[in-house]
């Protein structure tokens, strides 16, 4: 077996901290029910401070990527 890189064995770690703190590092398969650009076409008429209740599921593995990465930086 090869030697981890510096790099791999940081990631390794960070996952693993992420684990101990209940959060899982690879995320979990939902499946989503509206797609951005529909909701806001949707919604397009209604201002901001009216939005309640209203639920939707979209695919935001980006801005979910984003927030670990900030996270992990701080750990």
């Known amino acids: ?8 064995v ?3 770690e960070k996952a ?3 684990r101990e703190i209940g ?14 650009s529909d909701i806001k076409e949707k919604y397009k008429d209604i201002p901001h ?9 979209i695919y935001l593995r980006v801005l ?4 670990l990465l900030v996270y992990m930086v701080k750990l």
């Open 1 to 8: 077996m090869r030697e981890l890189t510096e790099q791999e």
């Open 10 to 12: 940081v990631r390794r």
């Open 16 to 18: 693993e901290k992420l």
């Open 23 to 36: 959060l899982d590092p690879f995320g979990q398969r939902y499946e989503r029910d509206s797609f951005a």
């Open 49 to 57: 401070d009216e939005f309640e209740n209203i639920t939707v599921i």
């Open 64 to 67: 979910i990527l984003v927030i």
